[in-house]
């Protein structure tokens, strides 16, 4: 599946939009996220619970994943856990391999949530109305 469909269907029947709450500051803050994402989930069998159950990790596990480390320091045993989130944990993966993609498409959908814009079907009749405003506009254009 795309990067799109895997998103849509994770919120669909997980409750748990990718987009909503990747990190979109920072490549390597996105980075990590996933992989402690994907980490979390491996082998958890909790169905239709596991998105509510991963919200909460992440907010409780923020201080692993969202850790400032510096190159330039040596990696203490403590953080360990926190160093190999830059590990994949799922070899050749999508999302990774289109990361910067998937923060375009997180930014855009974070932006559209603070907005407090109206739904989509409203979104695209109002676009539908400015194209036809445009047409009418450009067949007036025409005629002079």
């Given at each position: ?23 979109v ?21 909790d169905?239709?619970?596991?998105g509510?159950?991963?919200?909460r990790?992440?907010?409780e596990n ?6 400032v ?11 360990e856990?926190s160093?190999?989130l830059?590990k994949?944990?799922?070899?050749e ?52």
């Open positions: 599946p795309s990067m799109r469909e895997a998103v849509d269907y994770d919120s669909q029947t997980h409750n748990f939009s990718l987009f909503e709450v990747l990190p500051s920072d490549f390597f803050l996105a980075l990590r996220f996933i992989n402690f994402c994907r980490s979390f989930v491996a082998g958890k069998s169905g239709d619970r596991i509510d159950i991963l919200k990790a992440i907010t923020e201080h692993v994943w969202a850790k480390v510096d190159e330039d320091a040596s990696v203490a045993e403590d953080d856990d160093n190999n830059f994949p944990v799922i070899e993966d999508a999302l990774i391999l289109n990361l910067d993609d998937a923060i375009d498409m997180a930014r855009k959908c974070q932006q559209h949530q603070s907005s407090g814009s109206e739904d989509y079907e409203e979104i695209v009749d109002d676009l539908r109305a400015q194209i036809s405003a445009l047409k009418s506009q450009l067949q007036d254009a025409k005629d002079l």
